[in-house]
C-alpha cells in the first residue's frame, strides 16, 4: 500500500470520526513495564481542536466509514454519497505505533462504521488492540467504541486489551431513535453495556483473591447522545442520562450538538445552528449530578423541562429555591454549600477546614476562591454586609448577567427556536 493512499484513508477516516466526542482517557493507570511501548497514566490521551472548537483526541479514526445502516443523523450513512475507504488491522497498528514514536499521540480512539455485521466489525477492533498490546507491547491509552450487537465472546476479550470501552445509544429516547435509525434496535445498545459492567464487577472481585488477575477496561465506559437531531427535552435527556450512570456504572456520558450535515426533512435544516450552549448546560447539570448531589428531578421537571440558557443550571436552581437561602458560610453543611452559586467541590472542602479555626468574612471567602459576585446573594458571613436586601429572583438574576459575559451569548436566541 502506496504512502499517498494511506494518506488519503486517514484524512477520510480522522474527519468522519470527529464527530464523536465520547474520547476521555481519564480513570486507567497501566503502566510501562519490561521495556514495553508507552504509558497510559499521567498525561493520557493528547487532544486537539477542532474549528467548531471541539476538543477532540489524536489518534482518533475509524477502522472503516462504510455502513450497513442508513440512519438519518450520521454523516457515513448508508445512502450519503461520499468518498469511502477502509484500513487494514496492520494499516492501524502501524500508524498508532508510528504517530506514538514521533510524539503526536499518547493513545488511540478507535471507532468503526458497521460494515458486514457487528461481530466483524467488533472482531477488527479488538484485533487492532490485542496486536498493540502484544506484539508491539503498547502500554499506552486505548478506547474502543463497542459496536452495537456485538457477541458477548468479544466484548470480554476487547475489555482485557482497551482501557475504555463505550457504545453509543445515539439518540436520548428510544422513538427517537426509530425515527431516525428504524434499522436498529434500542436493545442491541444495552447488551454490551450490561455485559462490559459485570465483567468490571467480576474482574475487581477476582484481583482482591488472585493479584494476576487482568485489568479490564480499567477507565471504565462511557456513551455520547446526540442533542438537537430530535424534538427530547432535556428533561428526557437528562433522565435517560441518569439511569445509564445507575444501571451500567458508567465513567461519562457525553453530549454532542447534532451538526446538520445532511438535507432529511426528519432532521433541522440545513445551515441550522449546532446547539453548542445547549450542550454546554447539560454538561454542566450532568457535572451536578455526578459531583455536587443534585438529583435530575431538582434540576429538570414539568414544569422547567429544558434548561435556562442564560444561567448556568445550579444558579437557575438557586433562583428558583430562594427560600433555601440565605445560608451561613459558618454553618452551613457539605450538602448546602455545594448548592450555592459561585462555589465549587474543592473551594467547599477549603471552606470546612478553614472554618475549624476562626469565623469566615468576605476577604477570606475571595482568597479561598468563591466567585463572590455569584455567592453574595446566597450567604451571610461574619459581616454585616449581605447582598440579598430582599431581592427578587428576577432582580438577582438581572445583576448577575448585567456583571457577567459568555462566548454563548449571541446564540441564546435561535437555539430556543430550534424545533419552537
Known amino acids: 500500500m502506496s504512502f499517498d493512499r494511506i494518506k488519503e484513508k486517514l484524512n477520510i477516516l480522522a474527519d468522519a470520526a470527529k464527530y464523536d466526542v465520547s474520547c476521555s482517557s481519564s480513570g ?6 519490561e521495556k514495553s511501548l508507552g504509558n497510559s ?16 483526541s489524536l489518534l482518533k479514526i475509524l477502522m472503516t466509514n462504510h455502513c450497513i445502516f442508513d440512519c438519518a443523523y450520521c454523516v457515513t450513512r448508508r445512502s450519503n454519497d461520499i468518498k469511502r475507504a477502509a484500513f487494514k488491522i496492520q494499516e492501524v497498528v502501524d500508524l498508532t505505533i508510528n504517530f506514538y514514536r514521533r510524539n503526536y499521540i499518547e493513545g488511540l480512539f478507535l471507532s468503526s462504521g458497521i460494515f458486514k455485521d457487528a461481530d466483524y466489525t467488533m472482531e477488527r477492533l479488538v484485533a487492532v488492540a490485542k496486536k498493540l498490546r502484544l506484539e508491539e507491547k503498547f502500554n499506552g491509552y486505548i ?13 470480554r476479550e476487547a475489555g482485557l486489551y482497551a482501557d475504555r470501552l463505550s457504545v453509543n445509544i445515539e439518540i436520548p429516547t428510544v422513538s427517537g431513535l426509530k425515527l431516525l435509525a428504524p434499522e436498529k434496535d434500542h436493545k442491541d445498545f444495552l447488551k454490551p453495556m450490561a455485559k462490559v459492567k459485570n465483567e468490571i464487577i467480576q474482574y475487581k472481585s477476582e484481583k482482591k483473591i488472585i493479584k494476576s488477575t487482568p485489568k479490564y477496561a480499567p477507565a471504565g465506559q462511557s456513551t455520547q447522545m446526540i442533542v438537537g437531531a430530535t424534538g427530547e427535552t432535556d428533561q428526557q435527556i437528562l433522565l435517560t442520562s441518569a439511569y445509564f450512570y445507575k444501571e451500567f456504572n458508567l465513567k461519562r456520558v457525553y453530549y454532542s450538538g447534532y451538526v446538520p450535515v445532511i438535507a432529511d426533512e426528519r432532521l433541522p435544516q440545513l ?17 451536578l449530578m455526578r459531583f455536587y448531589g443534585f438529583d435530575v428531578r431538582e434540576i429538570v421537571d414539568k414544569n ?10 445550579k444558579l437557575a436552581w438557586a433562583l428558583r429555591n430562594l427560600h433555601e437561602f440565605p445560608v451561613d458560610i459558618n454553618k452551613a453543611d457539605k450538602f448546602m454549600l455545594l448548592r450555592v452559586p459561585g462555589i465549587g467541590v474543592k473551594s467547599v472542602s477549603k471552606i470546612i477546614q478553614a472554618r475549624r479555626f476562626r469565623k469566615l468574612n468576605w476577604q477570606h471567602l475571595a482568597k479561598l476562591g468563591i466567585a463572590s459576585n455569584r455567592a453574595k446573594y446566597f450567604i451571610t458571613c461574619k459581616s454585616s454586609e449581605f447582598e440579598k436586601r430582599d431581592l427578587t429572583a428576577e432582580q438577582i438574576r438581572g445583576f448577575i448577567l448585567q456583571n457577567s459575559s459568555s ?12 424545533f419552537g
Open 28 to 33: 486507567s493507570k497501566r503502566t510501562n513495564k
Open 41 to 56: 497514566s499521567g498525561m493520557g490521551i493528547c487532544h486537539s481542536y477542532t474549528e467548531d472548537g471541539r476538543c477532540v
Open 143 to 155: 478506547h474502543l467504541k463497542s459496536i452495537p450487537g456485538a457477541s458477548d465472546e468479544l466484548m
Open 271 to 287: 445551515g441550522t445552528q449546532v446547539p453548542m450552549l445547549r450542550e454546554n448546560r447539560l454538561y454542566q447539570t450532568d457535572w
Open 304 to 313: 422547567n423541562p429544558n434548561l435556562d440558557l442564560e444561567v448556568d443550571p
Open 407 to 418: 462566548k454563548f451569548r449571541k446564540l441564546v436566541s435561535p437555539q430556543l427556536n430550534v
